[in-house]
């Protein structure tokens, strides 16, 4: 798991071979984990490879963007994620990159222009990686898929890393959206969407604080929080 890295789009002008597409600027720590997915991917398709069983191999960007990105600190163009993983040798035998936003889309669908591997899907990847795409990663036909899974904050839901889990063919990357639930629900107001979202996550009910092992809840709601905490600056409740 690593945070989350990747922030939210600002438009620049494009590239010739995107014209017309936005794409998101990102920081020096976009980058550095771009480095780190290209540096492990070809590890993963060249140990598959040497095993004795012919597995297909599937790579899954999620939430893909659009395939570059502008570079903040040296403002010029830098491949994402989906444009890296083409790069890899040796190859991944399918792709699937899903986007909800269309304008990334089309631009994912210039990226997999004439390459038959390449499947580029429009929308909620919740509801694509659980019905189309991850059972195409079946154990037991010797399919094998990385899935990399690298939201801007908590849009992922529980039911895609259930789902992963159960298969035992998919290995999951997930960039931890952690500025997202350190600003917006741990050390400010957690509004109901965002409580929404973090049950939504983790699978917890009602703002049930996960894997802390105490019984502590987060709360939208300040009197609620002083009473049960006795701290205005804490915004989890303690048990
Ligand atoms: C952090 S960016 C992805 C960056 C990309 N992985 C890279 O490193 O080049 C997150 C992307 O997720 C998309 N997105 C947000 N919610 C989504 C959802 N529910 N399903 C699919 N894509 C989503 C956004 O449109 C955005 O392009």
Known sequence: ??????????????????????????????????????AYWPEYTKILKKQSWDFRKLYVDAFAG??????????????????????????FDEYHFVDLDEAKVQSLE??????????????D??????????PLALYEEYRRALCL????SLQLDWKVTAQAGEMRSIEVFLNFPIMDINRNV???????????????????KHGEMPHIG???????????RRSQTGSSSRHFNEG
């Open 214 to 224: 105490r019984n502590r809840s987060y709360s939208a709601s300040p009197n609620n």
């Open 1 to 38: 798991m690593h945070t989350n890295l990747c922030m939210p789009s600002k438009k620049r002008s494009s590239s010739p071979q995107f014209a017309e597409t936005k794409h998101d600027e990102i920081g020096f720590w976009s980058e550095i984990k771009l480095d780190i997915l290209k």
């Open 186 to 204: 741990l050390r400010a107001e957690a509004t109901k969407s965002k409580i929404r979202d973090m049950d939504r996550f983790w699978a917890t």
């Open 66 to 91: 659009s395939g570059l990105h502008v570079s903040r600190t040296k403002g010029e163009f830098v491949k994402g994620s989906p444009a890296r993983a083409l790069d890899v040798m040796p190859p």
């Open 125 to 134: 990847c919740n509801e694509i990686l659980v019905n189309k795409i991850f």
């Open 149 to 152: 899974l690298d939201p801007y």
């Open 110 to 123: 210039k990226l997999a222009a004439a390459k038959p591997s390449v499947h580029v899907h429009h929308g």
